[in-house]
């Protein structure tokens, strides 16, 4: 089993700023990606940032130049630094990796049970 944990969300004023870590655990050979997405009530989910194994980044074009996606070494752990944080943030974000269980398994992805970020005064 390979689980993602997230934590850091809560409530935060607009302007302010919040960090959410997410923690991949159980049988990983490798972890080719991992990333953020989010889900506003009454949308569908997006992506908010994701990192490539070679610590490429790319990120949704509402979050650019205010969220910042990075990884701890051994790589098992991404955070998401939110920063200028707007109320159209507010949303359950959720940690994703397609990680390999050894190295003759197809990839698979892992959803992590999602953390809410609500940015209101």
């Known amino acids: 089993q390979v689980q993602l944990v997230e934590s850091g969300g809560g409530l935060v004023q607009p302007g302010g700023s919040l960090r959410l870590s997410c923690l991949a655990s159980?049988?990983?050979?490798?972890?080719?990606?991992m990333g953020w997405y989010r889900q506003a009530p009454g949308k569908e989910r997006e992506l908010v940032a994701i990192l490539t194994d070679g610590d490429s980044a790319a990120y949704g074009d509402s979050v650019k130049g205010r969220f910042t996606i990075s990884r701890d070494n051994p790589k098992n752990r991404i955070y998401l630094q939110m920063d200028s944080l707007k109320p159209e943030d507010t949303a359950v974000y959720y940690c994703n990796a397609h990680v390999l269980r050894n190295m003759f398994a197809s990839l698979l992805e892992v959803w992590g049970q999602g953390t809410l970020v609500t940015v209101s005064s």
């Open positions: 159980g049988r990983i050979f490798n972890i080719n990606d």
